[in-house]
């Protein structure tokens, strides 16, 4: 098997061990969108224009906040190190960290959507762009998350300081994003085609910003 | 160029043969401009003296995507060259630009209240502004979150050149939320040529500006490399600690 592989295969059974923790996200992410109603008002002529902004704010959180402590265990007990002595390199382990990741919080996510989407009396002809954009838009926050997480690995405020450098840079990814899943023009929107065009900036940027970040948390933390 | 200014003290002899000469400037355009720009200056047809905001916002406006821009400057020259320099550059820069990001924030709420009866309005130009503001926050808040000041020169850096290809995505897209969904424009975009008696104040303010933002820099660098030199000092065997 391949090292790249391998390291999702190892992030994967880490996430079982720890599934708990899956269904934690999945109950927060719940919880932001019963939080809608519960301040709007059970009023469906306001509400139901809200639908798709509530998911997609919700998942958004939902998705950095699973993001805190990423690297935090391979940063303790030393595999970063031996990642970075191996051939797999940190690139690709940041990308298969960022497969993982979305592996486990971003599908199950999206599995949870429908559910939401009739909570919240999405109609169903809605409901083939707002999932494809959410694959997408999900993606693309996953490695932002990446991004953010390797960036600060090892500060003294992990999430809240995360949540500062990512929330800014996620703004594309929530106006393309919220724009394709109601866009009337059938799926393939103009604004989906943005938002993959962001997400293939995020995916060739992500890795190359990763690694560098880990490199100097790798050697000064060894110092 | 860059190797020769790469030594900090013969950078600062050259900041420090620049600071007064730049002090000079700051205060005579900047006393000029204000002067032509609040007194001479006449009020406009349409907004009255209102108007007169723009003598501050503007210039302040300019000098926050100019921060920016050096912000990624120096993320870059650092990621490179890893040039000490370039981060304590970086450090001195993100704190003057969010100020003046704030300070266009600031005015433009002002001239929002009189002209469109609300302090706030979710343009596009306003939202970016205000994206810009949150950047800064978080580069500042990366490079000193961590317990070594040094340590978070890398991942402050890092964010630099990321927010360097990301933030004119993020203008674009909140240009393309705005567009569709309030088709006016509220700011005139290259409207009119402006009178040259509005003109005048204007770039001598923007002169006086740009001054500022070079003497606070140096200023801030100077005290940047006053605490590492101390930093350096006090952790050194027979330091005081």
């Known amino acids: 098997m391949s090292p790249f592989l391998a390291q999702v295969e190892r992030d994967l059974m880490i996430a079982w061990q720890n599934r708990q923790d899956l269904g934690v996200m999945l109950i927060f992410f719940v919880i932001i969108i019963a939080l809608f109603p519960l301040a709007i008002g059970a009023n469906s002529a306001v509400l139901d224009p809200l639908g798709v902004p509530a998911i997609w704010i919700a998942a958004l959180l939902a998705i950095l906040a699973g993001f805190d402590r990423l690297f935090a265990q391979d940063v303790r007990d030393g595999w970063l190190d031996q990642v970075s002595l191996s051939r797999l390199g940190l690139g690709w382990y940041a990308l298969a960290k960022a497969i993982s990741h979305w592996l486990t919080a971003g599908l199950p996510l999206l599995i949870m959507t429908p559910l939401m989407a009739i909570m919240l009396n999405i109609p169903t002809i809605q409901w083939p762009p707002l999932l494809i954009a959410l694959l997408i838009g999900s993606m693309g926050l996953t490695l932002l998350g990446v991004i953010g997480a390797a960036l600060a690995e090892g500060s003294r405020r992990g999430g809240a300081l995360m949540a500062l450098l990512i929330l800014p840079l996620a703004v594309p990814l929530l106006i393309f994003g919220t724009l394709a899943s109601q866009s009337a023009d059938g799926i393939i929107s103009p604004h989906l085609m943005l938002l993959g065009a962001v997400f293939a900036v995020l995916l060739a940027l992500a890795p190359l910003v990763a690694a560098s970040a880990l490199e100097i948390g790798e050697t000064e933390t060894g110092l | ?241």
Request: aromatic share 14%; charged share 10%; hydrophobic share 55%.
């Open chain 2, 1 to 241: 160029m860059f190797d020769y200014l790469a030594n900090p003290s013969r950078f600062m002899r050259i900041a420090n043969r620049l600071f007064w000469p730049l002090v000079a400037v700051t205060v005579i355009t900047g006393a000029i401009g204000l002067y032509l720009g609040l007194f001479v200056a006449p009020a406009d047809y349409q907004q009255g003296d209102t108007v007169r905001i723009i003598y501050v916002h503007v210039p302040s406006a300019w000098l926050a995507l100019f921060g920016y821009v050096g912000l990624g400057l120096c993320g870059l020259f650092y990621v490179v060259w890893r040039h000490p320099l370039a981060d304590l550059a970086a450090r001195a820069i993100a704190p003057v630009g969010a100020v003046f990001a704030l300070l266009t924030l600031i005015t433009g709420a002002l001239w929002g209240k009189p002209m469109w009866g609300a302090w706030w309005v979710w343009d596009a130009r306003l939202t970016s502004m205000l994206i810009l503001f949150f950047f800064y926050l978080g580069f500042i808040a990366l490079a000193n979150g961590f317990d070594r000041a040094e340590r978070g020169s890398r991942p402050a850096a890092l964010l630099a050149l990321v927010g360097m290809i990301n933030v004119p995505i993020v203008k674009f897209s909140v240009d393309w939320w705005n567009t569709l969904h309030q088709p006016a424009s509220l700011l005139r975009r290259g409207g009119p040529a402006i009178d040259p008696s509005m003109l005048t104040p204007l770039v001598l303010m923007l002169v006086a500006a740009h001054a500022y933002f070079a003497v606070l820099v140096i200023l801030r660098i100077r005290s940047l490399l006053a605490e590492r030199r101390i930093t350096t000092l006090l952790l050194r065997p027979g330091g005081f600690e």
